[in-house]
């Protein structure tokens, strides 16, 4: 069974779901620290005049020590919602596909959830079956008990839990993961590869570090040949 364990993020990028596509069983880490400047809560679009951050802002007291995903709560003081489903209207309306998505999309920005894993997980399982990812199953770390520790050996006690043989990893875990660890956990370890080919984009020129809601609106049901397109 091939498993991947990434941390709960705002409308990611392609190599997100790309992860997503590979797995048969897709972890969201949320019992782990929230940081702050990271991408659980935030991303980028495309607009006509360069990228636009679109963030949700957050209850963090001025600190996040200690702060796990899973506990973020959102902070309703300002209309983010609205102005990041605004945003996303005045960017891609002229895209091909737009209207496609609006009626899929706009319901999760009238939402009101509590806590911030709670609306970005679920946005990113409504996205992945939008793409055509319908085989991989979900659940939260958090579901999980008995599980301690710190970095590989965190990992390796999930994997074992969930019953593993192959972990597939972002490439920038090499920093840190212990191989031998995994050897000896009898666990084979793939490290993704992000080669992705080009695709149409409104405002050119092509800048491929957007949220996948760009490859959305203007591939559609297209989009997943551009996130696994030799597999």
Not at 204 to 230: C, E, H, N, R, Y
Request: some cysteine.
């Amino acid at each position: 069974m091939n498993v991947v364990i990434l941390q709960p993020s705002y409308i990611p990028w392609r190599g997100y779901f790309h992860q997503i596509s590979k797995a048969d069983l897709f972890i969201f880490y949320d019992d782990v620290q929230y940081d702050k400047h990271g991408w659980r809560n935030r991303n980028q679009i495309k607009t006509a005049q360069g990228k636009q951050w679109l963030t949700i802002p957050v209850h963090s007291a001025g600190a996040t020590e200690g702060l796990l995903i899973k506990d973020t709560k959102i902070d309703w003081a300002k209309p983010w919602a609205a102005n990041h489903w605004k945003a996303l209207t005045f960017a891609y309306a002229k895209s091909p596909c737009f209207r496609r998505y609006a009626s899929l999309l706009e319901p999760f920005y009238q939402r009101h959830d509590t806590l911030l894993a709670d609306f970005t997980i679920d946005l990113t399982m409504a996205l992945a079956r939008e793409l055509g990812i319908t085989r991989t199953k979900f659940m939260r770390s958090s579901e999980l008990s008995g599980i301690d520790g710190q970095k590989t050996d965190r990992l390796i006690q999930i994997l074992t839990q969930v019953d593993t043989t192959h972990y597939i990893s972002g490439p920038s875990a090499r920093d840190y993961i212990e191989q031998e660890k995994f050897d000896a956990a009898r666990i084979t370890l793939e490290y993704m590869v992000y080669d992705y080919p080009d695709y149409p984009q409104l405002y050119p020129p092509f800048d491929p570090q957007v949220s996948v809601l760009d490859l959305l609106f203007m591939a559609g049901p297209d989009s997943l040949k551009f996130i696994s397109p030799k597999e």
